[in-house]
């Protein structure tokens, strides 16, 4: 999730003391994404915002919408972005679409370990063999 995420700027920094923040740690979803729409309506282009949001809609369980926050995330771009895929596999996963889970996965992996992050690769090749193996079990 955004709390843990290592690879923060000031402003996101500084939104990890927000109202919405406190909110999301309360456990209080509806009420985060509330108060990230707001901070979203005056800084469009704020990534951290993006995976916020998209992270309040999947606590929700309302994956589609969350799935196009994500996808709005790889639009702005910024340093949250670079996982963002993975986020859009669970999104996928979670609705019932294992087939593009994997495609979103596979597409990542595809472009090759020396491309990408060593990290993101590992974990994209880690979820690609629990989807996989979830598969084989139905």
Same mark, same amino acid.
């Given at each position: 999730p955004l709390a843990k995420s290592p690879k923060l700027d000031a402003?996101? @920094?500084?939104?990890?003391?927000?109202?919405?923040?406190?909110?999301?740690?309360?456990?209080?979803?509806?009420?985060? @994404?509330?108060?990230?729409?707001?901070? @979203?309506?005056?800084?469009?282009q704020r990534s951290v915002l993006w995976q916020f949001k998209g992270e309040c809609l999947f606590r929700l369980q309302r994956f589609d919408e969350a799935l196009t926050s994500f996808r709005q995330l790889q639009t702005v771009g910024g340093p949250q972005a670079e996982e963002a895929f993975l986020w859009?596999?669970?999104?996928?996963?979670?609705?019932?679409?294992?087939?593009?889970?994997?495609?979103?996965?596979?597409?990542?992996?595809?472009?090759g370990d020396e491309?990408?992050?060593?990290?993101?690769?590992?974990k994209a090749k880690a979820a690609l063999g629990k989807l996989q193996s979830v598969g084989k079990a139905r």
């Open positions: 402003a996101s @920094l500084e939104f990890q003391n927000s109202e919405a923040m406190a909110e999301y740690r309360r456990g209080d979803f509806s009420e985060a @994404l509330r108060l990230v729409n707001r901070m @979203l309506d005056a800084q469009p859009v596999s669970l999104c996928h996963h979670n609705a019932g679409r294992t087939r593009e889970a994997k495609s979103v996965l596979e597409q990542f992996i595809s472009q491309k990408v992050d060593p990290e993101l690769f590992s």
